[in-house]
């Protein structure tokens, strides 16, 4: 049996870029910042639940409708708002814990990184 390599295979991928990553770092912040304020904000019987329920529901979102495979195709403006919508959610979080400054730092690196990314996908 002959040995395929990865090449061979047919599968066209676009490049990794450093945008790209940078992009999966703001969703990993944000997922881990929804479960901090879940975990931290709620009485105990609700923490577990809103603790968890939190980024698994965000993360259902994204790859719904955000993600580059994206099971529901948008128009790119409503991807852009739910991608809002997700980042607003997590700068609402952190403000409501009395992190003001680390939700407005959050809320700048993720509208700038979407904001070009989506001028990318446009362009």
């Known amino acids: 049996m002959p040995q395929d390599s990865v090449a061979d295979t047919g599968v066209n991928r676009p490049a990794l870029t450093a945008l790209d990553v940078i992009r999966v770092i703001v ?10 304020w879940g975990f931290g904000s709620w009485a105990m019987p609700w923490n577990i639940v809103v603790g968890i329920a939190a980024p698994v529901v ?11 495979r994206a099971v529901l195709h948008l128009h790119p403006f409503l991807r852009a708002l739910v991608e809002l919508l997700i980042y607003a959610a997590v700068t609402l979080a952190w403000w409501s814990v009395g992190q003001a400054w680390i939700g407005l730092a959050f809320a700048v690196v993720a509208v700038a990184v979407g904001v070009i990314a989506g001028r990318r ?3």
């Open 27 to 36: 969703l990993l912040v944000a997922l881990v910042s929804l479960a901090l």
């Open 58 to 68: 965000t993360l259902l979102v994204w790859a719904l409708f955000v993600s580059p």
């Open 121 to 123: 996908a446009l362009a």
